[in-house]
């Protein structure tokens, strides 16, 4: 999962990807303000993005329309310690407002958790497979499957999201912390690899491909 901070200062966001990457594989970018965020949601997909409150109203809304627009999956929290504001938060499109413990990267992590809990998961079983994703193993029918770096975390990926298609250019700015400078070619190599490895030992595919919209895991 890739997310984005918004008006956070980099220690705090140190400490928040340190909290989140106990629930979930994740990238963390973090922009100085709204206007630099807009550079990062230009070229990149996130699945959630996190803003502290800089109190201008027209610059957010404007900023939560883009967002929403390009992708309407992605979730959009905002930290503010003005209760007042929170009704007109919800009426822009944001989708929770934290204003207790701003301060505490653990309990906003806890609340992220909250709000992607649909994305999270230390395990996928589906009948004899069994994907742990906390300790990068893969069984089936108790035999191990061999599958490291990011061909894992492809496959756990999309094995979150089962029934959903993803595009190259969604898994890669998901996976890999610089996704301007990863090809195609990067991603169709990995799904390759899985689909080899999991075919001899499942019998079967696991990776499908919807042609022209990208793959989708489907078992």
């Not at 992708?71 to 929770?96: P, W, Y």
């Not at 009948?127 to 089936?140: F, G, H, S, T």
């Not at 894992?152 to 990926?157: G, K, N, Q, T």
């Amino acid at each position: 999962m890739r997310i984005l901070t918004v008006g956070f200062t980099d220690e705090y966001v140190k400490e928040l990807e340190k909290e989140l990457e106990n629930y979930f594989i994740c990238i963390v970018d973090n922009a100085k303000d709204l206007y630099d965020a807009t550079n990062f949601t230009d070229f990149r997909h996130y699945e959630l993005v996190i803003i502290v409150d800089e109190g201008v109203k027209f610059s957010l809304e404007r900023y939560v329309n883009e967002v929403k627009k390009k992708k309407s999956e992605t979730k959009i929290i905002i930290l503010s310690v003005n209760k007042n504001r929170q009704e007109g938060f919800f009426a822009l499109g944001i989708d929770d407002v934290i204003s207790h413990h701003c301060e505490f990267p653990d309990l906003i992590a806890a609340r992220v958790l909250s709000n992607m809990r649909h994305l999270f998961g230390t395990q996928v079983n589906i009948d004899k497979l069994v994907i742990d994703i906390a300790n990068k193993k893969i069984e089936y029918d108790e035999k191990i499957v061999s599958l490291n770096g990011k061909t894992f975390d492809i496959l756990a990926y999309l094995a979150l999201r089962k029934q959903r298609v993803f595009s190259k250019d969604e898994i890669i700015n998901a996976l890999w912390e610089e996704p301007e400078y990863v090809s195609d070619n990067t991603v169709e190599v990995a799904i390759n690899q899985i689909r080899k490895r999991l075919k001899s030992i499942l019998g079967f595919q696991v990776i499908h491909t919807v042609r022209r919209r990208g793959y989708k895991f489907s078992y």
